[in-house]
């Protein structure tokens, strides 16, 4: 039985699935978005993960060198972790985490597959356009329209006098 048991094997042993792991991560890294098995992708997320966050503490000379090897270690590829440091580190340093994002796409016809696309959340241009605009504050139309009509209502009646007084002013 697998009482307790979290870990999705994959249907493969310990060194296959961790090529397996570092080969996904490595191409996702570089691609920023990769298309593979749902189940796939969500052992990748558990993967990756720590890695993205491993590039956002940078407190002096030795921590950064230090994480270098530590992702170079889980990843065995260079220009993964340098694009990794370079390029996906900065760019994701305010986010608090959540750097992936798991789209479904449907099964595969061939052999009934769960497909999914795994992708890095900040370098997708279409749903950053969305984001910059959400960051303004949303309007608040329960509370804020009793008091503009209020105040509405006391800027007509501060002004119709004036109009009078003008509109007689110019009668006479």
């Known amino acids: 039985m697998r009482h307790g048991d ?7 042993k310990k060194a296959h699935r961790v090529a397996l792991l570092q080969n996904l991560a490595s191409q996702l890294i570089t691609h920023k978005r990769i ?8 052992a990748l997320r558990a993967y990756v993960e720590p890695l993205i966050t491993k590039t956002k503490k940078n407190e002096s000379a030795t921590q950064i060198s230090h994480n270098h090897r ?23 340093a305010s986010r608090p985490g959540g750097y992936t994002r798991i789209l479904k796409l449907g099964i595969r016809p061939g ?20 984001i910059e605009k959400a960051a303004e504050p949303a309007k608040k139309t329960r509370r804020s329209r009793a008091p503009k009509k209020a105040e509405a209502a006391a800027e007509e009646a501060t002004a119709a006098p004036e109009a009078t007084t003008t509109e007689e002013k110019a009668a006479e």
């Open 111 to 130: 052999d009934n597959a769960e497909k999914a696309m795994i992708e890095l959340v900040d370098f997708n241009e279409i749903y950053g356009k969305g």
């Open 35 to 42: 298309v593979t098995t749902l189940a796939k992708a969500k």
């Open 6 to 12: 979290k870990i999705n094997n994959l249907g493969r």
């Open 70 to 92: 530590l992702v170079f270690a889980e990843l065995q590829d260079k220009a993964a972790v340098k694009e990794l440091f370079t390029v996906v580190g900065p760019k994701v």
